[in-house]
């Protein structure tokens, strides 16, 4: 396959387009979990109602045409092969979960992959909602917007004092979750990191990478978002993560300014080589990857790369997982065959911005 | 390792603690990890995920009703009547069976609620609209009510009778529905 029609194939409109703050924000993200009275959650729901759940999800939205976003097609995931369930996850638009652990899973995806419903994951389903850049409320204003529909069709679990009844009491009440990837490599760079983290933490709000195991947070992307959904409206968790994040745009843009004036030649540095790696390796793993596609994006936001465009770190980021790079060789691989995969993507890629 | 607790024996385990969200880890021995008897959850190789923190708050919760709260003559465990789930098994795995779950375990579980989302028990976001106009009209009759009480405080008469009236209207409707038998 060629790598112009695999990239028209595998990028998401919120990977390859430019929203507010794009500079340091990659995307803004809302899910809302919702059930259907009467019937059990996944935990202990029958073949009979996961299937009903589904027809039910499905037949709200069947038909309709949402405004900006066109009508969803349903994918079943039983009905799907496993390398195009991995891609379906390598691009935020199910969860692991939804591929390892559900019966009956399912998801209706618009054509643009902005928004995508879960179906029979941990709830019985999960409105999606993707944008490009710092778009927190347009995000919550759509999925809520899809929500409206939904719930035109169907009998939600709801408790008058505790919200939206989900599986899990910690989604209970708005059953919101919105969160914000963002791109620290100054904050990261300068070490300041390690100070912000907890202090969010204390706000009710969790940090962490999304890229890599554990503590590390390959490519310095990390993710921000709230972990309360009782007690506050919808509105309110967004304005306060959108404040937190405010900040750390701001922090982000004070650590790089502060790089650009007492190591800059450093920075230069460090950020040519790194794309001197990219473009000219021939085996690479996907933590240096990450890292190198980090200097890279710095070194164009920062004006010491031209003629490249940003979004090369999202896309990359996302395209060079192990589901995307079987997708491109178009079958399954070792991970040394990987690694050499990886490479030669990314060397196409950069010389496609040439 | 030692053992932060004893600094005797080799520390095996690996505890996290999490108060007000804010994150400790402990390293600890076997036995001084069994005597603590506060809010713990393993600490496994790849960091700490919801679940684990979850696991670790309801397994507190269930050893603290059965040390205080359950007389010993009340054996019969709680349990959902529509999908019969017990309370134990909704510790075990962290998920309600269905969503009267929440009603039959209502009483074990302001306190877990209370910890997961800081304080706070009651929902204050949306709403379904078909969900009965009754809940939709007393919440804005709660939020005039604020309004009103700012207009008071800034001598702004004129609007705050104006809201006076509007709050009247609302109630004379819930009274409708009230009537009418609706919910
Ligand atoms: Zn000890
Ligand atoms: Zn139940």
Known sequence: MSIERFLNQALSSWMSAEGPESDIVLSSRVRLARNISNYRFPTLFSSEEAKEIIDKVYNSVKNKVFPGIGELELLIMDDL???????????????????????????????????????????????????????????????????????????????????????????????????????????????????????????????????????????????????????????????????????????????????????????????????GILSNCRIIESKEAASCLSDVRLGIDMGYIKNISRNILNELMIITQPGFLQQYAGGPLRPNERDVRRATLIRERLKMEN | MLCQECNERPATVHLTKIINGEKTILHLCDKCAHEKGEVF????????????????????????????????????????????????????????????????????????????????????????????????IRKSIEELKLVLKEAVSKEEFEKAAEIRDQIKYLESQLDGYFQEGGN
Request: charged content about 20%; proline content about 4%.
């Open chain 1, 81 to 275: 092969q496993p390398l195009q369930k991995r891609v379906l996850v390598e691009k935020h638009l199910i969860s692991p979960n939804l591929v390892d652990h559900a019966t009956h899973g399912a998801v209706l995806l618009s054509e643009n992959e902005e928004i995508s419903i879960m179906i029979n994951e941990e709830d019985h389903f999960r409105i999606q909602c993707l944008y490009p850049g710092l778009q927190i409320s347009e995000a919550l204003k759509t999925a809520n917007a899809i929500d409206d529909v939904i719930e035109e069709y169907l009998d939600y679990a709801f408790d008058e004092k505790i919200g939206y009844l989900t599986s899990c009491p910690t989604n209970v009440g708005t059953g919101l979750r919105a969160s914000v990837m963002m791109h620290l490599p100054g904050l990261v760079l300068t070490q300041q990191i390690n100070g912000i983290i907890p202090a969010i933490n204390r706000l009710g709000l969790v940090v962490r990478g999304i890229y890599g195991e554990g503590s590390e947070a390959l490519g310095n992307i990390f993710q921000v978002s709230n972990q309360i959904t009782l007690g506050k409206s919808e509105e309110d968790i967004v304005t306060e993560l959108q404040s937190v994040v405010n900040q750390l745009i701001a922090q982000e843009r004070g650590a790089r300014e502060n790089l650009a004036k007492t190591s800059s030649i450093q920075l230069e540095d460090r950020v040519f080589r790194s794309y």
């Open chain 2, 41 to 136: 959850m393993m600490h496994g190789g790849a960091g700490f995920s919801i679940n684990n923190l979850l696991a670790g708050l309801l397994n507190m919760e269930s050893a603290f009703h059965t040390a205080q709260n359950t007389p010993f003559y009340q054996q019969s465990e709680p349990h959902c009547e529509n999908c019969s789930m017990t309370y134990q098994q909704f510790v075990k795995i962290g998920h309600f069976g269905c969503p009267h779950c929440y009603e039959a375990f209502k009483d074990h579980l302001k306190p877990l609620l209370r910890r997961l989302h800081s304080g706070s028990l009651v929902h204050s976001g949306k709403i379904p609209k078909r969900m009965g106009g009754s809940i939709h």
